[in-house]
């Protein structure tokens, strides 16, 4: 069921293990944050929604932007600056004080928006062409898969931060947000060298 073959290709492993990571990421955010916003910050369940939309308007006009982008730099580097981006933000967000102005709270939103549409074009299209032509289905599958990984991982560790942590579990998962993005930062840089390895492709 999982074309393992395809793994022996460090670009494609380093750009599943950057997706998991990235997805992983943008799970612990995306649960925690409505937490976040009405229960640490006492922001109301209206505010709370206006405060989520910078991220995905943010990421919508980034993606066409950095696909664009991706024809001329190397992944590697275009991943590594998005997701260092979006895990700056998440510890901005972590680090927001007791009662933030609604500006301090967007444009920490819009950093996560634009680290992660600048990070994921790029990584879409390193996955898909570090594959043989004739595997494009199996490659597709693992983007589907990581995603899930990533997804649902994060979802249960923001789950496991507001058991261990309390009131203070959506900051905690928010901090673990941005280690996990530093994480696929790293993996996304590594594709550096791998790039320039026999036969690997960029």
């Known amino acids: ?35 976040y916003f009405e229960d640490v910050l006492g922001r109301s369940q209206v505010e709370t929604g206006f405060f989520m939309t910078p991220w995905p308007v943010v990421v919508g006009i980034m993606a ?58 790029p990584n879409l ?24 990984i990533g997804q649902t991982s994060g979802a249960a560790l923001a789950a496991l931060c507001f058991v261990l942590a309390g009131r203070n579990g959506p900051t905690f998962a928010l901090t673990l947000g941005a280690g996990f993005a530093t994480l696929g930062c790293i993996m996304s840089l590594l594709r550096l060298g791998a790039a320039s390895g026999p036969g690997a492709q960029r």
């Open 64 to 121: 066409p932007i950095a696909g664009r982008l991706s024809d001329r730099y190397p992944v590697g580097i275009l991943g590594g600056l998005g997701l260092a981006l979006m895990g700056a933000g998440l510890a901005l967000l972590a680090m927001l004080p007791a009662s933030p102005d609604i500006a301090d709270i967007i444009w920490r939103m819009g950093v996560c928006g634009l680290g992660f549409g600048f990070y994921q074009a």
């Open 1 to 35: 069921m999982i074309p393992v073959d395809l793994f022996r290709r460090p670009m494609f492993t380093l750009s599943a293990a950057t997706a998991m990571c990235s997805f992983a990421a943008q799970g612990l955010a995306f649960v925690s944050l409505p937490f």
């Open 125 to 148: 299209k390193a996955l898909m062409s570090s594959a043989p032509p004739g595997r494009s289905g199996s490659a597709s599958g693992i983007v589907a898969t990581a995603r899930l």
